[in-house]
T-cell receptor
């Protein structure tokens, strides 16, 4: 059974600092997604990672995928308050294309 | 030009009532999903339809019944509502066979059962 673990589940940090959120998954998969959710809002797709070594960047966020280690990272560079949100990773279950979701990382960035 | 829409946005009702939530997508996607997000933000897949055919039917009470009249619509009917049904319900859609299979989410329906 495919399981997805994120850590940390909660992160409070100061503006201007760098930090990384980790997403581990238990069995092979060929697709990994990162989503953002603002409080009271819907989920917004950030990145889709398809292959080993894939790296994608958008502004201060950079996501990478290591399929051999079954690990994806979401790196935040010089955090700003607007990045405060809950970040989810999700992995495709090859058997039925279902997305298996991590528990989410609540990120609070203090001015 | 809303991509995935849900109605209603908020739903407050008494225990034992029956209610429905509607979802429509105008993205031309062939697959639609219902998720439940609890108070701890955990996302749980409930159902998925591909071209009007049920492909994912997770372990949920049979009080929950999805219905897909066509590829663009997926409704969720809930009978005999219970306190534990209170949550945010999200509809999503995607193109299943596409390499990315990125899911696009609706705004959510916040259900409160009193």
């Amino acid at each position: 059974e495919l399981k997805v673990e994120q850590n940390p589940l909660f992160l409070s940090m100061q503006e201007g600092k760098n930090y990384t959120i980790y997403c581990n998954y238990s069995t092979t998969s060929d697709r990994l997604y990162w989503y953002r959710q603002d409080p009271g809002k819907s989920l917004e797709s950030l990145f889709v990672l398809l292959s080993n070594g894939a790296v994608k960047q958008e502004g201060r966020l950079m996501a990478s995928l290591d399929t051999k280690a079954r690990l994806s990272t979401l790196h935040i560079t010089a955090a700003v308050h607007d990045l405060s949100a809950t970040y989810f990773c999700a992995v495709v279950a090859d058997s039925n294309y279902q997305l298996i979701w991590g528990a989410g990382t609540k990120l609070i960035i203090k001015p | 030009d809303t991509a995935v829409s849900q109605t209603p946005k908020y739903l407050v009702t008494q225990m034992g009532n029956d209610k429905s939530i509607k979802c429509e997508q105008n993205l031309g996607h062939d697959t639609m999903y219902w998720y439940k997000q609890d108070s701890k933000k955990f996302l749980k897949i409930m159902f998925s339809y591909n071209n009007k055919e049920l492909i994912i039917n997770e372990t949920v009470p049979n009080r929950f019944s999805p219905k897909s009249p066509d590829k663009a619509h997926l409704n969720l009917h809930i009978n005999s509502l219970e306190l534990g049904d209170s949550a945010v319900y999200f509809c999503a859609s995607s193109v299943l066979a596409k390499l990315y299979n990125e899911q696009f989410f609706g705004p959510g329906t916040r259900l409160t059962v009193l």
